[in-house]
């Protein structure tokens, strides 16, 4: 079975601060995609960021960058220079290949102070 | 118009009723989900269908039905409403899985949220 774990329930920085987002995952196939959705406080859900599992580059986009690690069956999250239009809650996400479900982690609420 | 749609955005009812919650996409994809969401628990799977003849249990199904009525338009209902049932309910569209290698492959893409509150 697959699981994803997100162990930080809440964060509050101020702006300008880094700061990173851990997902943990478990899987037993071997070809596995990871997500990284984003809920502001509005409500919709934002797709931000799909990875393969055979493709270990980190990425980075903007003042966002991911770390995935196989060794450590992580994919992590870093927000550079917090903004407060950053708060909201994050969703890390496994599909297993052949599938697209997704199963989610519980979410960080992230809250960036002014 | 938003690529995902659904109705209603708000319902209140009350226990026992039956509500049903729509969802309609113009992405042409042909998989379809809905989803629950609950503050501490993240988004969990209640139903999805493959294709217009295709459905499928979720993680958390019972107290729910679903209906694939055509393949932009995916219905789910609550036959008899309960307390425990009050959530905030997502519908989502993928296109072909991790076989097409595509590049939206698996990316799901969310309609607006639809909030129940069952008293």
């Known amino acids: 079975a697959q699981k994803v774990t997100q162990a930080q329930t809440e964060i509050s920085v101020v702006e300008k601060e880094d700061v990173t987002l851990d997902c943990v995952y478990e899987t037993r196939d071997t070809t596995y995609y990871l997500f990284w959705y984003k809920q502001p406080p509005s409500g919709e859900l934002v797709f931000l960021i799909r990875r393969n599992s055979f493709d270990e580059q980190n990425e980075i986009s903007g003042r966002y960058s991911w770390n995935f690690q196989k060794s450590t069956s992580s994919f992590n999250f870093t927000i550079t220079a917090s903004q407060v239009v950053d708060s909201a809650v994050y969703f890390c996400?496994?599909?297993?290949?052949?599938?697209?479900?997704?199963?989610f982690g519980k979410g960080t609420m992230l809250l960036v102070s002014p | 118009d938003a690529d995902v749609t659904q109705t209603p955005r708000n319902r209140i009812t009350k226990t026992g009723k039956r509500i049903m919650l729509e969802c309609s996409q113009t992405?042409?994809?042909?998989?379809m989900y809905w989803y629950r969401q609950d503050p501490g628990l993240g988004l969990r799977l209640i139903y999805y269908s493959f294709d217009v003849k295709d459905i499928n249990k979720g993680e958390i199904s019972d107290g729910y039905s679903v209906s694939r009525q055509a393949q932009a338009k995916f219905s789910l209902s609550l036959e008899s409403a309960i307390p425990n049932q009050t959530a905030l309910y997502f519908c989502?569209?993928?296109?072909?899985?991790?076989?097409?290698?595509?590049?939206?492959?698996?990316?799901?893409?969310f309609g607006a949220g639809s909030r129940l509150t069952v008293l």
């Open positions: 996400a496994l599909s297993e290949a052949g599938y697209s479900t997704l199963t």
């Open positions: 989502a569209t993928s296109g072909l899985g991790q076989r097409s290698g595509g590049e939206g492959a698996n990316v799901l893409t």
């Open positions: 992405k042409g994809h042909d998989r």
